[in-house]
């Protein structure tokens, strides 16, 4: 079955580290996306990547980085310049960008939490 | 910030019963998404519908779309215990953005009992 795999499941930060959260599709998509939701929030828009080695910041990118060295893989890096990493981290593909009216594909979350 | 509003924010029906839920935005859109979040879990989309369409059904599902009150409406009929979930709706304001960019809502806690 085709999906998006998002490992681990739950992640620990201590402070000052920097820790990688990892995204893999099978679904042949351009498209790739990371979203952070806070309790009782909708979801904000971190990073995005249309294609193969470009990405763009989204509204709240400050404190992450990411890379996108193959179009299956998309991982997201909290770095210790987040300062209120804790949330829960979805990452989701759609087709491509020149496709119109189409959905997004998520994975099933990674939580973060701060020691 | 974020577009769109659902309403309310919580639910509660007996099994069988008839949910509905609301979604309002700001902006024009090309069109609006509605998906369901188990919890823990990450989206499932349900249902997508464009600018210039009214209504649409899937299964037991009906959306509506009113684009000059900029609203939506999510009716899901005869609801099961595995409806319970939280609902959020997603605007697609198009290419006016250079992609696709989705913006959601803050979402529906729905609990159906049995």
């Known amino acids: 079955d085709g999906g998006i795999t998002q490992s681990p499941k739950y992640l620990f930060r201590k402070e000052g580290q920097n820790v990688t959260l990892s995204c893999e599709q099978n679904?042949?998509?351009?498209?790739m996306y990371w979203y952070r939701q806070d309790p009782g929030q909708g979801l904000r828009l971190i990073y995005y990547s249309q294609i193969v080695n470009d990405f763009q910041k989204g509204d709240i990118a400050e404190g992450y980085s990411v890379s996108r060295e193959k179009k299956e893989s998309f991982p997201l890096t909290v770095t210790s310049a987040q300062k209120n990493p804790t949330a829960f981290y979805l990452c989701?593909?759609?087709?491509?960008?020149?496709?119109?009216?189409?959905?997004?594909?998520f994975g099933d979350g990674t939580r973060l939490s701060i020691l | 910030s974020q577009q769109g509003e659902e309403d309310p924010q919580a639910l509660s029906i007996q099994e069988g019963e008839n949910a509905t839920m609301n979604c309002s935005y700001k902006t024009s859109i090309n069109n609006l998404q509605w998906y369901r979040q188990n919890s823990g879990r990450g989206l499932v989309h349900l249902i997508l519908i464009r600018s210039n369409e009214r209504e649409k059904h899937s299964g037991r599902l009906r959306v509506t779309l009113d684009t000059s009150k900029k609203s939506s409406s999510l009716l899901i009929t005869a609801s099961r215990a595995a409806d319970t979930a939280s609902y959020f709706c997603?605007?697609?304001?198009?290419?006016?953005?250079?992609?696709?960019?989705?913006?959601f809502g803050t979402g529906t806690r729905l609990l159906v009992s049995p």
């Open positions: 997603a605007t697609d304001a198009g290419w006016s953005t250079g992609f696709q960019k989705l913006v």
């Open positions: 679904l042949n998509h351009d498209a």
């Open positions: 989701a593909s759609s087709i491509d960008r020149s496709t119109l009216n189409q959905p997004q594909h």
